[in-house]
């Protein structure tokens, strides 16, 4: 069975397409225009044994293929090293890359413009600006502003950062959009971690010049559960989701008919959950969190069914989401009821590996 396809359609939905431009699209000159087709990186649209349409990063593919072939009876190995046993597999050069390409259109009028150390994303909110997710840590501000001009905007539309939670490698590099003069929305609960750079954002984890000179901000604008957001042209569902943080929230746009839940850590692709190892995590709120977002997307009178799901790292999700939902609830409800601990990363479980071993092979 052929699972790799490399979808016209999908490649139309995800390869990077300018927006509204700063100056008007017939001021700027055909060559440019085409430079910028030039650049445009090629992004691997694959799918999955269940249908689904995922752009992967190399890190899940390599690792779902090695689920699929290496026997149970030995070892998964450890992270360190994995990469003689990938090799022994033939998967030691994957057919995508660690980092999805930057800028890619992901949904109508939402890209990607970062994806090294996380998922950022802007939303084309109209005259009134733009709306950066998640601009990740501070490492992040340079890549950004770069794909945000590459697509034809000024770095000052810039007009909200939304934060799904308070974890440095989300919410790091806020304070410098904010000096750009963009408005910080942070889940209410996480709004102390930002403000006085707690240990709740992880920093702890930084080198430790970093984690003292944390550039803490005002947030201009807590958000609570069930708000909706009116930013330009778009309404943005803010629902809480704790307890990845206590503040994590999710955050819903209608796009082109189809609906798009930005995860953060909270839902990913495929079994992937929320680093679940902090002090300030909460496997039970956590659990009920999944569950709410699963019922959400279940209940037919509400017009949410997951379609695509842009989490805060790894694979994103570009239709059939409420896969993905239900089964970052499942896990987490068997972990909790087994008594062990949520792990964020499926891959070597013994559960996770009786699934998966004997799954078609991806073509290459
Ligand atoms: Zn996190």
Known sequence: MKTVVASPLLSVAINPVPSRAAVPREEIPAQQAKLRERRAPDIAVTQTEEGQSVAYDAFTWQRREL????????????EKDIEA?????????????EVLPAPSRVAPDVYLVASKTNHAYLIDAGPAGLVLVDPGPETNVEVILANVESLGFARTDI???INTHAHFDHSMADAQFQRLGAKILVGEADVGAVEKGTLVTAKYVLPPDEQKSYPTLEVDWPV??????RLGDKTILAIATPDHTDGSTCYVLQAGGRTVLFGGDTILFDYRLGAQGTPFADNERYGASLKKLATLGLNPKSSIRWDILLPGHGTIVLNRAYLDVSKGMRQVQLDLSDGIPVNALPFGNLYYRQMMFGRPVAAR
Request: negative net charge; aromatic residues 8%; glycine residues 2%.
């Open 159 to 161: 007009k909200w950062v």
């Open 224 to 229: 609570d559960d069930g708000e909706e957001l």
């Open 85 to 97: 046993t990938l090799a022994r597999f033939d998967l030691d050069k994957p057919p995508v890359s």
């Open 67 to 78: 689920a699929k072939r290496l026997p149970l009876d030995e070892p998964w190995p450890a």
